[in-house]
């Protein structure tokens, strides 16, 4: 059988660098072909941080940016294509979703942006290009994300087993398999995004490796509580974050009253309420599932996953490895398949889990 391939491009709310995958959907079972990893530097990472709230110049940068990033995700798909010696022209598109500096779904707003020039990367790359996958979810009416469990549901759900898939990137957010019920999915609140702000802040390093410096502080349940207190978490699903919500100012006002505690007892606290609010999610939505498996780049701090496990005793806790997909690249993964859903003229969402008013095909397509 001819292969199929697509390649899906992620760039998360952790804002560490870009994803990219070629997968090969030919086979019932798509298969990944290649991985590579482009990390962002500092400089970059700064002028994208600054473009979540409003200041001089915005759309400006915000323009000049998004053809940084593009050149950036073309030299990832070189880098992909070099690596796997396959050529532009087997490719049958790209889905990329951009880099998110802005998403606000309540309906006061209803808007989102991923910053990327899909034309200038169709240029690029000489391939054809599948992006804006959030925006006509939005319009009819949904939350514009979670988008991946319909993909989790694709890859992996079991026909007699509940499992949950969580993925811990920048934000946390959980897919409900049930075998016995419909697929519900959302945003439980914040992922890496906290704990690599303050990591970063106190100690240099963009992230807490394994977890190891939170491991070292002692939880303050005052904060934690007051953490907890956000509305975001007692809000029914659907629902989605970003950094529009869970950001520096929102800690420093959650810090007000703890400002002389130990930073690594701040670690604690923020890998604390990571792990309460995803087990609460679970506990509470998906109370009969038995197996839950981690993605993201949150599955490599074992501190978390460890937490995670001990809230949620009478569940297995482990990577999506053991069904057969490395948890770095689930996402990215899962835009390779929802640029497959576009150019068949497939939907790409699920109602239960954005909201929408009914399914819809996602994503603008640029050809090549």
Known sequence: MKPDYYIGLMSGTSLDGIDAVLADFSQPKPVLIETVFQPYDSNLRTHLLKLHHADFDELNRAALLGNELSSRYAD?????LTKSTINAQEITAIGCHGQTIRHCPEKEKRYTIQLVNAALLAELTHITVVADFRSRDIAAGGQGAPLVPAFH?????????????????GIANITSLDPKGSVIGFDCGPGNMLMDEWCLRHTGKNYDAQGEWAKK???????????M?????????????GRDLFNGQWLERKLSHYTHEPAENVQATLLQLT??????????YCP??????????????TQLINQLSNILSNRTVTSTQELGVDADWVEAFAFAWLAQQTMLRKPGNLCAVTGAQGERVLGAIYPA
């Not at 694709?154 to 811990?168: C, E, G, M, T």
């Open 288 to 301: 009969t599932a038995s197996e839950i498996y981690v993605c993201g780049g949150g599955a490599h701090n």
């Open 217 to 227: 502080g002692t939880i303050i349940h005052p904060l934690l509580a007051a953490m």
């Open 76 to 80: 990832a798909v070189l880098a992909l």
């Open 153 to 169: 549901h694709a890859l992996f759900s079991d026909d007699s087993k509940h499992r949950v898939i969580v993925n811990i990137g």
């Open 229 to 241: 207190n956000e509305d975001f978490f007692s809000c029914p699903p659907p629902k989605s974050t």
């Open 275 to 284: 792990a309460t609010t995803i087990a609460s999610a679970i506990e509470n």
